[in-house]
């Protein structure tokens, strides 16, 4: 496979992965899934990482898969690389695990002293895609393999390419008011 179809079935494959944190910020609120607790004086989460959010944001990566599906047939042809489908439990798994990668962040930064929207260098740009990978891979180990270990340079521009997309997104979001800080 070529460095260029490499990268779009990377982009195409971690797309229900990329979308569900960002549509949690638009569509969060609500109550806190620490529901307040706190663990040695600091917040187990905080409020940023509520029930809606996470909700919403597995849906949205889900309606994505589904959606992507749909079109990957007449899609693949224009992009000159085989797009990948996604499967049932990978539909579900990889939005989830992005949702429970940056919750898992946002335990490591209360628990490291950092507050709500510190930067964590790494865990910021890698967490969903850890956990999205891990989700999936435990959900159906044979489409994992074969999207990302077949050829393993999918899961190598995965990882490269990402923190890229991360902080050009956060930036993004930032100057149209979305995000009060721009990683």
């Given at each position: 496979?070529?460095?260029?179809?490499?990268?779009?079935?990377?982009?195409?494959?971690?797309?229900?992965?990329?979308?569900?944190?960002?549509?949690?910020?638009?569509?969060?609120?609500?109550?806190?899934?620490?529901?307040?607790?706190?663990?040695?004086?600091?917040?187990?989460?905080?409020?940023?990482?509520?029930?809606?959010?996470?909700?919403t944001?597995?849906?949205?990566?889900?309606?994505?898969?589904?959606?992507?599906?749909?079109?990957?047939?007449?899609?693949?042809?224009?992009?000159?690389?085989?797009?990948?489908?996604f499967?049932?439990?990978?539909?579900?798994?990889?939005?989830?695990?992005?949702?429970?990668?940056?919750?898992?962040?946002?335990?490591?930064?209360?628990?490291?002293?950092?507050?709500?929207?510190?930067?964590?260098?790494?865990?910021?740009?890698?967490?969903?895609?850890?956990?999205?990978?891990?989700?999936?891979?435990?959900?159906?180990?044979?489409?994992?393999?074969?999207?990302?270990?077949?050829?393993?340079?999918?899961?190598v521009?995965?990882?490269?390419?990402?923190?890229?997309?991360?902080?050009?997104?956060?930036?993004?979001?930032?100057?149209?008011?979305?995000?009060?800080?721009?990683?």
């Amino acid at each position: 496979m070529d460095p260029v179809a490499v990268i779009v079935v990377a982009f195409w494959a971690m797309l229900p992965a990329y979308v569900p944190n960002n549509v949690a910020v638009l569509a969060g609120g609500g109550r806190p899934i620490d529901g307040g607790r706190t663990w040695r004086g600091d917040r187990l989460l905080g409020d940023g990482k509520t029930w809606r959010g996470t909700a919403t944001g597995t849906l949205a990566g889900a309606a994505l898969a589904v959606a992507l599906n749909a079109v990957r047939p007449s899609l693949s042809p224009l992009f000159g690389a085989e797009l990948v489908g996604f499967s049932a439990p990978v539909v579900l798994a990889m939005p989830f695990g992005a949702m429970v990668g940056d919750t898992t962040a946002s335990f490591l930064k209360r628990r490291t002293g950092r507050e709500r929207g510190a930067p964590f260098p790494g865990v910021d740009q890698l967490d969903f895609v850890v956990f999205a990978l891990l989700l999936s891979a435990l959900a159906a180990p044979s489409w994992f393999g074969s999207t990302f270990l077949d050829p393993v340079w999918v899961l190598v521009a995965v990882l490269l390419v990402t923190p890229a997309l991360h902080v050009l997104t956060n930036a993004i979001a930032y100057v149209l008011g979305l995000k009060d800080e721009p990683y």
